[in-house]
């Protein structure tokens, strides 16, 4: 056996130690990792949801689209006000809310309700909705994120927690529907409500 | 000797640097790189360190806290001594950094200089261009205003388009569920630690390699890059003909260098600090949050893809830009280095300022957003009102208060999203203006459901008048014939 092929003692503790060392860092890795997607793994499962009120039934006039406000379930003491959010409530009638995202769908900046006109704005990009949250034009792909509601013992609740973002897993609770409403030929609003209302109805909600 | 030539040698005894950095700032350059062309990078490094030591300086007051940070700004502002003018410097030299970057790389790339043997230089340029930015975008985030809270919404947005891993780069992106707290903390990280580590150690590299093979000598056209011989070629323009760093081509870069901090200096003492703007507060909606200067054309760009193209644009552009420039001194490794024989290089590079620019340009004024108080804020001229009918003048008041006027502009007042409506009149119909208010169409929403038919009347009597003097609004002959046989018809005549 040639001396090259020898393993001398020293070169054995050498690479013993870097073996160590690299099973120190596996190890070390894991804790170090898990900290890292802590804020990844600790919403799995929707865990970031929670049902938050926002104010009783009485203070959303029927036919009219309300902004509330409501803190977000999970905090951090640092947040102050980023912990707040707000969303637009429309009462449809009687107990038939719906409640949108503040945010775009195209880029998430804040859009804003006009009841004279009927229509939300962004003032990014120029993406506008119809009343009932459906994208009326400009560059968002789809309508406005729709929280799912409940009204229980008089109050509005919705089901939040999350930044409503176009790719978000929770964007299906958020209505990943198609969106529903008039686009450009009044032909199509007709057709295209008479189907959304049909859909709306199985699941337990209506559209105007 | 004297003590100070004294404690030198007891220091370089010790550490024995002299040499090294002599030999560095003696090492020999060819005589056509002393120019003015060649300051960009040193100028780059300059505008850098200012960016440390400023940044280490704000860093004494800033609180990277969601609920406090803005009112650290605030107290930087106006109640530190001096504390806008090292926050405007430290904004001002951002701007100039991401600029002289730019040029820098540009000037690398027309003479050539990311050829044989200087392909890794370029590489890690690259790296360093990226990082360059990602201060740029975490600075923002900083100054945690309206601005910085809904970037990061916009941030998040387009990060939540990639497939598969969007929801998972959201969250680490923001630290949590939403943009609060978490999300600031670990932008202060990036911007304070993780960034300007990585840029330290990338310089250093950069630098190495501009000191161990040597500077880009000035390109000569015919003069072509081949691996075999370039190395030798090299060595006669610098061993042989060359002549040394310091201080034969030195003194341009400190020239440009001092200039430049200057021109720094002069900027944040006549604009001042950045913002912030309102505070972050989530329930302050009446905002139009807009991107930094150096942003500013991804922001235009967002608003003219079409839909369909956005998210393969947002996904696929990065990674190909990035491949293309990675890739750029494997591809064209060898051959002309001059920009006088290499017409498509300067053409790309015109073409992308030109894009840059005027993506830049227009987002300076965002053509493409609703004016949001045009409606309530701006006058219906006079001209438009002058001797009208009530209806027609009804019809001008729905035009105000259904919005119209968000989107489209009467005698350059208003939204300039859809087009003017000052000469509507010649362009459509009365049919068509009834067909368009009701239906949309175009890009424009159909506003059937928000307006009575007496509203329409009104709205399209008016939308009628608008029309230059002199100039016939446009009718449907064909309609006219129609309701004139139409007419006979009723009346029993022979058809």
């Given at each position: 056996m040639s001396n090259e092929n020898m393993l001398s003692r020293r070169g054995l503790f050498m690479k013993i130690g870097m073996l160590f060392n690299g099973l120190v860092a596996t190890a070390l890795a894991f804790p170090i990792v898990r900290f890292l997607f802590s804020s990844v793994t600790r919403g799995s499962g929707n865990a970031y949801l929670s049902w938050v009120s926002l104010g009783r039934v009485s203070e959303?006039?029927?036919?009219?689209?309300?902004?509330?406000?409501?803190?977000?379930?999970?905090?951090?003491?640092?947040?102050?006000?980023?912990a707040e959010t707000t969303c637009w409530v429309r009462r449809v009638e009687?107990?038939?809310?719906?409640?949108?995202?503040?945010n775009c769908a195209h880029l998430g900046c804040p859009v804003r309700w006009f009841p004279q006109s009927g229509l939300f704005m962004c003032p990014c990009h120029g993406g506008a909705y119809y009343r009932d949250g459906s994208r009326a034009s400009g560059p968002p792909e789809r309508g406005l994120f729709e929280y799912p509601y409940k009204v229980q013992d008089g109050m509005v609740t919705i089901q939040a927690g999350e930044l409503p973002t176009p790719g978000s897993p929770t964007a299906s609770l958020f209505g990943n529907k198609a969106p529903c409403g008039a686009r450009n030929e009044l032909v199509s609003i007709e057709s295209k409500l008479s189907a959304c209302s049909k859909t709306n109805a199985l699941l337990g909600k209506t559209n105007t | 000797m004297s003590v100070i030539g004294q404690i030198g040698?007891?220091?370089?005894?010790?550490?024995?640097?002299?040499?090294?950095?002599?030999?560095?700032?003696?090492?020999?350059?060819?005589?056509?790189?002393?120019?003015?062309?060649?300051?960009?990078?040193?100028?780059a490094l300059t505008v850098f360190l200012l960016q440390l030591v400023t940044g280490i300086l704000l860093?004494?007051?800033?609180?990277?806290?969601?609920?406090?940070?803005?009112?650290?700004?605030?107290?930087?502002?106006?109640?530190?001594?001096?504390?806008?003018?090292?926050?405007?410097?430290?904004?001002?030299g951002s701007n100039f950094m991401v600029a002289i970057v730019l040029i820098h790389m540009v000037q690398v790339f027309l003479f050539g200089a990311y050829k044989f043997p200087r392909e890794l230089t370029w590489i890690v340029g690259v790296f360093l261009l990226l990082m360059t930015l990602g201060m740029a975008f975490s600075g923002q985030v900083l100054r945690f205003d309206q601005d910085a809270y809904w970037g990061l919404g916009i941030g998040a947005s387009i990060a939540s388009r990639v497939p598969i891993a969007g929801p998972i780069i959201v969250k680490l992106m923001l630290g949590g569920p939403i943009i609060a707290g978490a999300t600031l903390s670990r932008f202060f990280a990036l911007h304070v630690f993780v960034i300007p580590g990585m840029l330290i150690g990338f310089v250093c590299l950069h630098l190495l390699m501009v000191l161990k093979l040597g500077i880009n000598e000035w390109p000569m056209p015919g003069r072509l890059v081949k691996r075999a011989t370039y190395e030798d070629e090299y060595h006669q323009l610098t061993r042989k003909e060359g002549a040394p760093f310091v201080p034969y081509a030195v003194w341009k870069d400190l020239f440009f260098a001092a200039f430049i901090l200057l021109a720094v200096a002069a900027c944040a003492l006549y604009f001042g600090p950045f913002g912030p703007t309102g505070r972050p507060d989530p329930t302050i909606i009446q905002t139009a949050p807009k991107p930094d200067y150096f942003f500013l054309w991804l922001y235009g760009l967002l608003s003219y893809l079409p839909p369909s193209m956005e998210t393969p644009?947002?996904?696929?552009?990065?990674?190909?830009?990035?491949?293309?420039?990675?890739?750029l001194p494997f591809l064209s490794g060898e051959g002309e280095k001059s920009w006088r024989r290499r017409p498509i290089a300067v053409l790309t590079v015109l073409l992308i300022a030109i894009i840059l620019g005027t993506l830049t340009h227009l987002a300076g004024y965002t053509p493409w957003s609703p004016h949001m108080n045009a409606w309530s804020g701006d006058p219906v001229p006079e001209q438009f009102l002058h001797a009208r009918t009530a209806l027609e003048r009804q019809g001008a008041l729905v035009f105000q208060v259904k919005q119209c006027r968000n989107c489209?502009?009467?005698?350059?007042?208003?939204?300039?999203?859809?087009?003017?409506?000052?000469?509507?009149?010649?362009?459509l119909t009365q049919d068509q203006l009834v067909r368009q208010v009701i239906q949309g169409g175009g890009n424009m929403p159909a506003y059937g459901k928000n307006l009575s038919p007496a509203e329409t009347t009104a709205l399209v009597a008016f939308l009628e008048t608008l029309h230059p003097h002199g100039q016939a609004p446009a009718r449907d002959a064909a309609r006219d014939i129609a309701l004139i046989e139409d007419k006979d018809h009723r009346q029993g005549a022979p058809r």
């Open positions: 959303f006039p029927e036919g009219e689209t309300r902004l509330a406000t409501f803190r977000n379930p999970y905090v951090t003491p640092t947040d102050g006000k980023t009687g107990e038939q809310f719906q409640v949108f995202a503040i | 040698q007891w220091f370089d005894k010790r550490l024995q640097l002299a040499a090294p950095i002599r030999d560095a700032a003696e090492h020999p350059v060819p005589r056509n790189t002393a120019s003015w062309f060649y300051v960009f990078g040193s100028a860093a004494l007051i800033y609180v990277p806290s969601a609920s406090e940070a803005w009112s650290s700004l605030q107290a930087l502002n106006h109640d530190v001594t001096l504390g806008w003018f090292i926050r405007a410097m430290h904004g001002w644009a947002l996904l696929i552009g990065p990674v190909v830009v990035i491949a293309f420039l990675v890739l489209h502009s009467l005698g350059d007042l208003g939204g300039q999203r859809g087009p003017a409506l000052d000469s509507v009149a010649v362009r």
